[in-house]
C-alpha cells in the first residue's frame, strides 16, 4: 500500500499539488523514502498551514484516536484498544500531552464509572479495523 501511496504523491508533485502530496505522505511516517520526498517539499514549497487539510480529494479528512482510562487497581491506559502498560500509574496529562506532540487534539470526553473515554482527530485518513474489548 506505501508504494501506491508514493505514487500518488510522485503524481501529484509532477502536477505541482505539493500541499495534497505533503499530506499524504505525512501519513507514511515509517517510510524513508516518503520522509525524503517531505523534506524536499520542504525546501521547494513551504507548507502554507493553514490550508484546510486536502486528502484523496476530500476536504477534512480526519483520524480518530480513543484513548481509554480505567481506574481499578491503579490507573490503565489504552490508545484504540491497545494497552499501554508504560503509562501505567502516570497522571492523566502524561497520556495527553504526548498525544498532543503528534498533532491529536481531545474533541470529546465520556465517563462512567472507573472508566473514561477522550475522543481525538487528527487531519488524516485512518485505518477501520475490530479490536477485542477490555474483559469484563
Request: proline residues 4%; negative net charge; aromatic residues 10%.
Amino acid at each position: 500500500m506505501a508504494r501506491q501511496e508514493l505514487q500518488l504523491a510522485k503524481e501529484l508533485i509532477s502536477e505541482k499539488q505539493f500541499d495534497k502530496a505533503r499530506m499524504l505522505l505525512l501519513q507514511m511516517k515509517d517510510d524513508p523514502t516518503a520522509q525524503k520526498w517531505l523534506a524536499k517539499l520542504d525546501e521547494i514549497s513551504p507548507s502554507e498551514g493553514d490550508s484546510e487539510p486536502i486528502l484523496n480529494g476530500q476536504a477534512s479528512a480526519w483520524q480518530y484516536l480513543a484513548l481509554e482510562v480505567k481506574r481499578s487497581y491503579g490507573i490503565q491506559y489504552r490508545v484504540n484498544s491497545e494497552n499501554k502498560a508504560e503509562w501505567k500509574d502516570q497522571p492523566i496529562q502524561y497520556p495527553l500531552n504526548l498525544l498532543g506532540r503528534e498533532g491529536w487534539e481531545l474533541i470529546g470526553f465520556d465517563s462512567h464509572g472507573e472508566t473514561a473515554n477522550y475522543i481525538f482527530k487528527k487531519p488524516g485518513i485512518g485505518q477501520a479495523q475490530k479490536t477485542d474489548v477490555w474483559d469484563q
